[in-house]
């Protein structure tokens, strides 16, 4: 079973050839002089090259994610009239399951707000346009889908809100 693609960190560069395709295929287009001027003055560059990795890192496993959540099947909910209370107490459990989550992703992420969890609010507001309802009007799934995404815009601002709280003190 494979568990995504090898994250592979660039080499150092041993000459000046691979030391311009380094630049020019790693760091983005600001850091390019300076990195030249470090790399022809024989300074180091480990700060580049240390940055670099991790940043290939984060983008190949963003982009293993996005593969994988590009394999996930619709939900399809199967609604009675009778199921109120029951959603509302399956919704109240997600909703607290859901939080923890991000509470410990936010651990892994050194307790700060960043780019983390901007994309993982994007997903979460668009993964809520994937799950339909079978014998609900449209007008109603409108606007349950726009509370489901209301619902995961209000958990990443508390977090985020949380996580300045706890920055601050």
Known sequence: MTKGPKIVAPKPPRNDREAIEFALYHLDPFEIPDFLL???NGDSIDRYFDRQRDKD?????????????AGRPAV????RSSQTAELLAIVRALQTGLR?????????HGF???PWLDELEKALIGDVSNIWAQGLPIETELKALEEGRRLMQTLTN???SQLWEFSKG
Do not use: C, H, P, V
């Not at 890192?57 to 959540?69: E, I, N, P, V, W």
């Not at 923890?100 to 892994?108: G, H, K």
């Open 38 to 40: 470090d790399w022809m």
């Open 57 to 69: 890192k984060d983008t190949r496993l963003m982009s293993a994610l996005r593969q994988l959540r």
């Open 76 to 79: 399809n909910i199967q609604l």
């Open 100 to 108: 923890t989550t991000l509470e410990y992703l936010a651990e892994q």
């Open 112 to 114: 700060e707000d960043g």
């Open 158 to 160: 508390a977090l985020r």
